[in-house]
């Protein structure tokens, strides 16, 4: 049983660790920019298909891993020249029906050029092993992704809350107009920001693709997630999204692997394994809506 | 002496490190006209907020009509018999003037439910001749169906009055209403205000000193948000820290 | 922006387009392409679904990405009915739209709380949680949802002939858009429509906003739940997919194809995205990447929709 909340909390934290590399640039596009992008998760899942093609030719995960992401900088910072540069100036309606339709295109792109059947990515051979800690064995593979999560989120908040870019990146979600005033060249610093979220989520779908399929369809329930991380986080707040993807990553994970089993000690078997379930698949949305009740703004509100 | 129709205790407020209002006392007696004026940036449009609930104090009461109405909603305080005008035109500038009012009247307690999804509402003609009459009261009488944004400015400032008075409130606050008029438009809004007077309390914010010191029957002074003095016009003009915080200003 | 006012000759458009549909299945049989009704019956509930949003959305100025929610859950409550042995329209009907109305009294009380990008992101989240509660909910099919096992009865009326099912819903639609249109008019209507221009400014008349806002929210719902239990009738079955938010998104898109704010457009924008999926689906499987093109040129280049040409909204 303790083994199993280990293990179990390490996933969570694995998982974690991935949706705060997808809400990161989430969080930074709609806080700065005021913009509402469904189309993110989309970037993941091409992230994960370019990731995986480009593995499969060089025949080497991390060389793929590293194609992948660079591939998906370009794309977005093509997509943010050619349109969201447009698109931080209108409404939310236009903006949600423009990356409604991005995810059209990039779904249907997708099937056209690599099928309908979910592409296999391989973890490197060294790390498909597990490795034993502390008396248990643990994939050594989803240790790596630990590591990479941790390292990119360290590195991400040194950025944001050291350097002069995260001085100019958090002024711009507090307050726009000002930043703009103090003569910073807001729309480079948006351009950076969006390419650097479309990195962010290539590389959480290439490193997730081994442990998932790499599927149409794969970017939304993940971008619903994100969602909810930013949610309970508060817009535009790195340090909100960090917290919040832990909470979700590791409530969602233990929620699903031990609601069940807990709710057999305590109910009769059979309404045990009806609420079970249920109960575990929604277990983050209930929190968020506690979160919500209380703090409408999110945990760390990055506009007071 | 009868208890003041608003009163405000000990009203302290900070943003930020900034003392917006510190511990202000300030009250409204029943039928004056009561001036608050200081210089920019002194936290007069924070003290009408807080006065009309659209912002929370940190410490300190408002008091209105007999109740204490410090974590009353806007909407409640309206309904109490509060009612604003706002600095910055905010009317409905796609609606005609009429439309403007009736909404106003519609919102009233008295006026009846507004949750009626069937009957058309301009066929309520009571609500309609009402909003009519207040518009013949700011002097919009000839303006009614026009649309409120092609209207000159004094008169969208007049139908934003219109708009309070038609909430029918004890107490009106007036924040500026002065504000970008010309002077032929106020002198004509100080006529109006002066009328509007006689039947309503009115706390009035205003920058233009010629029509404060006409208007008003006591005025305080409004400081880095902290209440220095209240008095009739002659004892604040008299003033000396008055005086000072003016400095050589037109008082 | 001003109070929504049909253009003259909407209504007799209306009435001629609705005397047309009326005189559609007879048509359609007479060129022996009965199959049709079947797909019109369709439109005309998803015209249904996309004018409850429409309300939401157009007129009361909330932004909810969570609308499928409502819709799926009337559908679910229809099959639900059905296989409690409720089979009679008249009751199944109004209990599918209390479920989902008060779903969404639930859904709005939350996230009316927050505005902007949060209300969007919000309503999105709770859609997507009544999603995983009915994937999960194996007593009503789960996965592969609660199948119905036939069509239901209209007060004694069979439903089963697909010619009575289309006339009901083009009564459902009918009556619908004509309370739309009379609430547009009234107190009610007037009141949620100004909120949407400039909340503070009705709280600083006396309108407690939130409830307004609240009610509004709750309607549409309701609607939604009713256009779904329609839908459960057409297709036989409730499934889970209804609820998810690529639907929200798609009864989105209708709205904002055929207007936001403008009474036909939910009907205008659901009869244009599905004559348009039956047409170009017939041409190539990856019809998505024309519609996306397509919609991605109306965000550009007509940001006013297709029914902006039919009623006015001076800005």
Same mark, same amino acid.
Request: a neutral charge; glycine letters at 10%.
């Given at each position: 049983?303790?083994?199993?909340?280990?293990?179990?909390?390490?996933?969570?934290?694995?998982?974690?660790?991935?949706?705060?590399?997808?809400?990161?640039?989430?969080?930074?596009?709609?806080?700065?920019?005021?913009?509402?992008?469904?189309?993110?998760?989309?970037?993941?899942?091409?992230?994960?298909?370019?990731?995986?093609?480009?593995?499969?030719?060089?025949?080497?995960?991390?060389?793929?891993?590293?194609?992948?992401?660079?591939?998906?900088?370009?794309?977005?910072?093509?997509?943010?020249?050619?349109?969201?540069?447009?698109?931080?100036?209108?409404?939310?309606?236009?903006?949600?029906?423009?990356?409604?339709?991005?995810?059209?295109?990039?779904?249907?792109?997708?099937?056209?050029?690599?099928?309908?059947?979910?592409?296999?990515?391989?973890?490197?051979?060294?790390?498909?092993?597990?490795?034993?800690?502390?008396?248990?064995?643990?994939?050594?593979?989803?240790?790596?992704?630990?590591?990479?999560?941790?390292?990119?989120?360290?590195?991400?908040?040194?950025?944001?809350?050291?350097?002069?870019?995260?001085?100019?990146?958090?002024?711009?979600?507090?307050?726009?107009?000002?930043?703009?005033?103090?003569?910073?060249?807001?729309?480079?610093?948006?351009?950076?920001?969006?390419?650097?979220?479309?990195?962010?989520?290539?590389?959480?779908?290439?490193?997730?693709?081994?442990?998932?399929?790499?599927?149409?369809?794969?970017?939304?329930?993940?971008?619903?997630?994100?969602?909810?991380?930013?949610?309970?986080?508060?817009?535009?707040?790195?340090?909100?999204?960090?917290?919040?993807?832990?909470?979700?990553?590791?409530?969602?994970?233990?929620?699903?692997?031990?609601?069940?089993?807990?709710?057999?000690?305590?109910?009769?078997?059979?309404?045990?394994?009806?609420?079970?379930?249920?109960?575990?698949?929604?277990?983050?949305?209930?929190?968020?809506?506690?979160?919500?009740?209380?703090?409408?703004?999110?945990?760390?509100?990055?506009?007071? | 002496?009868?208890?003041?129709?608003?009163?405000?205790?000990?009203?302290?407020?900070?943003?930020?490190?900034?003392?917006?209002?510190?511990?202000?006392?300030?009250?409204?007696?029943?039928?004056?006209?009561?001036?608050?004026?200081?210089?920019?940036?002194?936290?007069?449009?924070?003290?009408?907020?807080?006065?009309?609930?659209?912002?929370?104090?940190?410490?300190?009461?408002?008091?209105?009509?007999?109740?204490?109405?410090?974590?009353?909603?806007?909407?409640?305080?309206?309904?109490?018999?509060?009612?604003?005008?706002?600095?910055?035109?905010?009317?409905?500038?796609?609606?005609?003037?009429?439309?403007?009012?009736?909404?106003?009247?519609?919102?009233?307690?008295?006026?009846?439910?507004?949750?009626?999804?069937?009957?058309?509402?301009?066929?309520?003609?009571?609500?309609?001749?009402?909003?009519?009459?207040?518009?013949?009261?700011?002097?919009?009488?000839?303006?009614?169906?026009?649309?409120?944004?092609?209207?000159?400015?004094?008169?969208?400032?007049?139908?934003?009055?219109?708009?309070?008075?038609?909430?029918?409130?004890?107490?009106?606050?007036?924040?500026?209403?002065?504000?970008?008029?010309?002077?032929?438009?106020?002198?004509?809004?100080?006529?109006?205000?002066?009328?509007?007077?006689?039947?309503?309390?009115?706390?009035?914010?205003?920058?233009?000193?010629?029509?404060?010191?006409?208007?008003?029957?006591?005025?305080?002074?409004?400081?880095?948000?902290?209440?220095?003095?209240?008095?009739?016009?002659?004892?604040?003009?008299?003033?000396?820290?008055?005086?000072?915080?003016?400095?050589?200003?037109?008082? | 922006?001003?109070?929504?006012?049909?253009?003259?000759?909407?209504?007799?458009?209306?009435?001629?387009?609705?005397?047309?549909?009326?005189?559609?299945?007879?048509?359609?049989?007479?060129?022996?392409?009965?199959?049709?009704?079947?797909?019109?019956?369709?439109?005309?509930?998803?015209?249904?679904?996309?004018?409850?949003?429409?309300?939401?959305?157009?007129?009361?100025?909330?932004?909810?990405?969570?609308?499928?929610?409502?819709?799926?859950?009337?559908?679910?409550?229809?099959?639900?009915?059905?296989?409690?042995?409720?089979?009679?329209?008249? #009751?199944?009907?109004? +209990? $599918?739209? !209390? %479920?989902?109305?008060? &779903? /969404?009294? @639930?859904? *709005?009380?939350? =996230?009316?709380?927050?505005?902007?990008?949060?209300?969007?992101?919000?309503?999105?989240?709770?859609?997507?949680?009544?999603?995983?509660?009915?994937?999960?909910?194996?007593?009503?099919?789960?996965?592969?949802?609660?199948?119905?096992?036939?069509?239901?009865?209209?007060?004694?009326?069979?439903?089963?002939?697909?010619?009575?099912?289309?006339?009901?819903?083009?009564?459902?639609?009918?009556?619908?858009?004509?309370?739309?249109?009379?609430?547009?008019?009234?107190?009610?209507?007037?009141?949620?429509?100004?909120?949407?221009?400039?909340?503070?400014?009705?709280?600083?008349?006396?309108?407690?906003?939130?409830?307004?806002?609240?009610?509004?929210?709750? #309607?549409?719902?309701? +609607? $939604?739940? !009713? %256009?779904?239990?329609? &839908? /459960?009738? @057409?297709? *036989?079955?409730? =499934?889970?997919?209804?609820?998810?938010?690529?639907?929200?998104?798609?009864?989105?898109?209708?709205?904002?194809?055929?207007?936001?704010?403008?009474?036909?457009?939910?009907?205008?924008?659901?009869?244009?995205?599905?004559?348009?999926?039956?047409?170009?689906?017939?041409?190539?499987?990856?019809?998505?990447?024309?519609?996306?093109?397509?919609?991605?040129?109306?965000?550009?280049?007509?940001?006013?929709?297709?029914?902006?040409?039919?009623?006015?909204?001076?800005?």
């Amino acid at each position: 049983m303790l083994q199993l909340i280990l293990e179990q909390s390490l996933n969570g934290l694995q998982f974690g660790l991935m949706l705060f590399l997808l809400a990161a640039g989430l969080t930074l596009v709609f806080g700065i920019m005021d913009c509402i992008n469904l189309a993110h998760g989309s970037l993941y899942m091409v992230g994960a298909y370019l990731v995986a093609a480009a593995a499969q030719a060089a025949d080497s995960f991390w060389i793929g891993l590293g194609a992948g992401v660079a591939g998906a900088a370009v794309l977005g910072l093509l997509l943010e020249l050619s349109l969201f540069r447009q698109l931080y100036r209108r409404d939310h309606l236009s903006q949600v029906l423009a990356t409604f339709a991005l995810i059209l295109i990039a779904n249907e792109s997708v099937r056209m050029i690599w099928g309908a059947q979910p592409v296999m990515l391989n973890p490197p051979e060294a790390l498909s092993g597990p490795v034993e800690i502390g008396g248990f064995f643990y994939p050594a593979y989803r240790l790596v992704i630990i590591a990479f999560g941790l390292a990119v989120a360290g590195m991400l908040y040194l950025l944001v809350a050291k350097s002069r870019i995260g001085m100019w990146v958090r002024a711009g979600a507090s307050n726009r107009e000002m930043t703009e005033a103090l003569g910073i060249n807001v729309q480079r610093l948006f351009t950076a920001v969006f390419v650097f979220g479309a990195a962010l989520c290539a590389l959480a779908g290439g490193l997730l693709g081994p442990l998932l399929a790499v599927q149409v369809g794969m970017g939304e329930s993940v971008l619903i997630l994100a969602f909810v991380v930013i949610i309970i986080g508060g817009i535009g707040s790195i340090r909100g999204a960090l917290v919040g993807s832990l909470i979700v990553g590791t409530v969602d994970t233990l929620g699903r692997a031990l609601l069940p089993t807990l709710l057999r000690a305590l109910l009769p078997a059979d309404a045990a394994s009806t609420l079970g379930p249920a109960l575990a698949s929604i277990l983050i949305y209930l929190l968020m809506a506690g979160i919500l009740f209380f703090k409408p703004q999110g945990l760390f509100p990055a506009r007071a | 002496m009868t208890e003041p129709l608003l009163d405000v205790r000990q009203l302290s407020r900070r943003f930020a490190a900034v003392d917006a209002l510190k511990d202000v006392n300030f009250s409204v007696e029943a039928g004056e006209v009561h001036a608050l004026i200081g210089p920019n940036g002194a936290g007069k449009t924070t003290f009408i907020h807080h006065v009309s609930g659209a912002l929370q104090p940190d410490s300190g009461s408002v008091h209105f009509a007999g109740r204490e109405v410090t974590r009353l909603a806007m909407h409640q305080r309206v309904a109490a018999g509060m009612a604003r005008s706002y600095q910055i035109t905010n009317v409905f500038l796609g609606l005609s003037a009429l439309d403007n009012v009736a909404l106003a009247v519609q919102g009233r307690q008295d006026a009846g439910s507004s949750f009626r999804f069937w009957q058309a509402a301009r066929t309520e003609k009571r609500l309609f001749e009402e909003a009519r009459s207040f518009l013949e009261q700011v002097g919009l009488a000839k303006r009614v169906e026009t649309v409120a944004g092609n209207l000159a400015h004094g008169e969208q400032r007049a139908l934003e009055l219109a708009m309070a008075l038609a909430t029918q409130p004890q107490l009106l606050l007036l924040d500026e209403p002065m504000a970008g008029t010309g002077p032929e438009e106020s002198a004509r809004m100080v006529e109006l205000i002066e009328h509007l007077a006689r039947h309503v309390t009115i706390l009035l914010v205003e920058h233009d000193m010629a029509a404060v010191f006409r208007l008003a029957d006591r005025i305080s002074v409004l400081v880095n948000g902290r209440l220095i003095a209240t008095g009739t016009p002659e004892a604040v003009r008299a003033d000396p820290e008055v005086r000072r915080a003016y400095l050589g200003d037109h008082l | 922006m001003a109070f929504y006012r049909p253009a003259p000759y909407q209504k007799p458009l209306a009435i001629v387009l609705l005397l047309a549909a009326l005189a559609l299945p007879s048509v359609l049989s007479a060129f022996g392409q009965e199959f049709y009704v079947g797909f019109a019956t369709r439109v005309l509930i998803f015209a249904l679904a996309a004018s409850s949003l429409n309300l939401v959305l157009g007129f009361g100025g909330m932004f909810s990405l969570g609308h499928a929610a409502f819709f799926g859950a009337g559908a679910y409550v229809a099959a639900i009915c059905m296989q409690a042995g409720i089979s009679d329209a008249l #009751l199944a009907f109004p +209990l $599918a739209m !209390l %479920a989902a109305g008060l &779903l /969404a009294l @639930l859904v *709005g009380a939350l =996230s009316l709380r927050t505005r902007g990008v949060y209300f969007i992101m919000i309503t999105l989240a709770f859609a997507q949680m009544a999603y995983y509660l009915f994937v999960s909910a194996r007593a009503w099919g789960g996965d592969d949802g609660l199948p119905l096992v036939g069509r239901m009865t209209l007060g004694g009326l069979s439903l089963s002939s697909d010619n009575a099912l289309f006339f009901t819903a083009l009564s459902a639609l009918t009556a619908a858009i004509v309370f739309l249109g009379r609430l547009a008019d009234a107190r009610f209507g007037r009141t949620i429509q100004a909120i949407r221009e400039n909340e503070t400014r009705m709280e600083a008349l006396g309108y407690p906003v939130f409830r307004y806002r609240l009610v509004c929210f709750a #309607l549409g719902g309701a +609607l $939604a739940g !009713l %256009a779904g239990a329609l &839908l /459960a009738n @057409l297709t *036989g079955l409730a =499934s889970p997919n209804l609820l998810q938010w690529m639907q929200s998104g798609t009864l989105l898109v209708m709205v904002i194809i055929g207007g936001v704010g403008y009474l036909y457009g939910g009907v205008v924008g659901a009869v244009v995205l599905l004559c348009l999926e039956e047409v170009l689906s017939g041409f190539t499987l990856h019809w998505h990447i024309g519609l996306g093109v397509l919609l991605l040129g109306i965000v550009l280049f007509a940001p006013k929709g297709v029914a902006a040409l039919f009623g006015k909204r001076d800005d």
